[in-house]
T-cell receptor, first 112, second 113 residues
Framework: DSGVTQTPKHLITATGQRVTLRCSPR?????VYWYQQSLDQGLQFLIQ???????AKGNILERFSAQQFPDLHSELNLSSLELGDSALYFC???????????FGQGTRLTVV | AQSVTQPDIHITVSEGASLELRCNYS??????LFWYVQSPGQGLQLLLK??????LVQGIKGFEAEFKRSQSSFNLRKPSVHWSDAAEYFC???????????FGTGTRLTIIP
């Protein structure tokens, strides 16, 4: 158990819909990262938050957004969903100044 | 271009045989180097990491990796694999001055009896 909790584990939704994925980082970790894993793109970095502020942005679509709340949990919002958004979405967390990231079990999103 | 490469998409080894998974990186300065394992339906688990110092690093589950600056490589090894080692293995880097992981494409390991 990495200490990073992601909910839900599985999500099936229709095209055009909006979903929210939730991540609770390890206790004390201030950084949260979101990654997307798909068959064609592999593991892609989406976005990083540090103590509530956006810190780095990767290959995140404009239809996607994220935030980190004062209690340090984070949410990834995916809107106007397309079939190609079907993927495994991982959250990871790390401590201040530590590049070692711990990953959650992921949320498997299926868009039908 | 900066990249991390895992040249082997799929490797099959017999149980009890030795294993070496290859990883090469292309960055101006030596990045931080990691190996993660992903079992079916599971998240990513850190096997080992290299920041500096001794170029042979020991990890969990009997794995080790050797950093070779001259070859820009960080290959993962295990002397004797077990059926439970069947999984996808990812090499990852954190470039100098950065915080996010960049992953290779992964190597799927199959173990045969």
């Amino acid at each position: 158990d990495s200490g990073v909790t992601q909910t839900p584990k599985h999500l099936i939704t229709a095209t055009g819909q909006r979903v929210t994925l939730r991540c609770s980082p390890r206790s004390g970790d201030l950084s949260v990262y979101w990654y997307q894993q798909s068959l064609d793109q592999g593991l892609q970095f989406l976005i990083q938050y540090y103590n509530g502020e956006e810190r780095a942005k990767g290959n995140i679509l404009e239809r996607f957004s994220a935030q980190q709340f004062p209690d340090l949990h984070s949410e990834l919002n995916l809107s106007s969903l397309e079939l190609g958004d079907s993927a495994l979405y991982f959250c990871a967390s790390s401590a201040l100044g530590n590049t070692e990231a711990f990953f959650g079990q992921g949320t498997r999103l299926t868009v039908v | 271009a900066q990249s991390v490469t895992q040249p082997d998409i799929h490797i099959t080894v017999s149980e009890g045989a030795s294993l070496e998974l290859r990883c090469n990186y292309s960055y101006g300065a030596t990045p931080y180097l990691f190996w993660y394992v992903q079992s079916p339906g599971q998240g990513l688990q850190l096997l080992l990491k290299y920041f500096s110092g001794d170029t042979l690093v020991q990890g969990i589950k009997g794995f080790e990796a050797e950093f070779k600056r001259s070859q820009s490589s960080f290959n993962l090894r295990k002397p004797s694999v077990h059926w439970s080692d069947a999984a996808e293995y990812f090499c990852a880097v954190v470039p100098f001055g950065n915080e996010k992981l960049t992953f290779g494409t992964g190597t799927r390991l199959t173990i045969i009896p």
